[in-house]
């Protein structure tokens, strides 16, 4: 299969806490997005990075991709509750066909 | 950020009978959109990508007698799950871009398909 694998499957922490989960993929890349659902909803896009980036910032958000390792990461700093759901990595190797990984699922506790 | 709109949010059936999900891009043109489906707490599996004006070009192992598609203009594509049974019960959900460079998508808050 050429769907992308996540780790964790599940996180649990306490709010304030930084979150961190992984995704791998197989095939060669354009870029790497990340995409949060929550509970029996649609995605919400995160945040983008291109396969000659290395890192990327927005808000609390921090991704990283090492296409050596066809590896990336996503760090939420200082979770919220607000933050609880599922968070799955997404790529494209040409056009805009998406490839989604098998997600994690975050909850922040009070 | 664009607009996607997806209904209905929810649909009971009875086993054997049709049902079509609409998907709208509300403040952009899409000449391409990409239905998906999703069992509970798995992952987005691709069924079929929609392309206005021509067939769309479903995936390996999805049915297209099963799974209509049609994307009769550049703001609407409609799934319609034929004859359903309980097995296509599950999470269906488009997704849309505007495309001219915007490579991230847009998605519709999904429907949730039971049949009886």
């Known amino acids: 299969s050429q769907q992308g694998e996540e780790d964790p499957q599940a996180l649990s922490i306490q709010e304030g806490e930084n979150a961190t989960m992984n995704c791998s993929y197989k095939?060669?890349?354009?870029?790497l997005q990340w995409y949060r659902q929550n509970s029996g909803r649609g995605l919400v896009h995160l945040i983008l990075i291109r396969s000659n980036e290395r890192e990327k910032h927005s808000g609390r958000l921090r991704v990283t991709l090492d296409t050596s390792k066809k590896s990336s990461s996503l760090l939420i700093t200082a979770s919220r509750a607000a933050d609880t759901a599922s968070y799955f990595c997404a790529f494209t190797g040409g056009g805009n066909k998406l490839t989604f990984g098998t997600g994690t699922q975050l909850k922040v506790e009070l | 950020g664009a607009v996607v709109s997806q209904h209905p949010s929810w649909v009971i059936c009875k086993s054997g009978t049709s049902v079509k999900i609409e998907c709208r891009s509300l403040?952009?043109?899409?000449?391409?959109m990409f239905w998906y489906r999703q069992f509970p707490k798995q992952s987005l599996m691709l069924m079929a990508t929609s392309n206005e004006g021509s067939k769309a070009t479903y995936e390996q192992g999805v049915e297209k007698d099963k799974f209509l598609i049609n994307h009769a203009s550049l703001t609407l594509s409609t799934l319609t799950v034929t004859s359903a049974h309980p097995e296509d019960s599950s999470f269906y959900i488009c997704s849309a871009g505007p495309g001219q460079g915007e490579e991230k998508l847009f998605f519709g808050s999904g429907t949730q398909l039971s049949v009886l």
């Open positions: 095939t060669s890349i354009n870029n």
């Open positions: 403040d952009f043109q899409a000449t391409t």
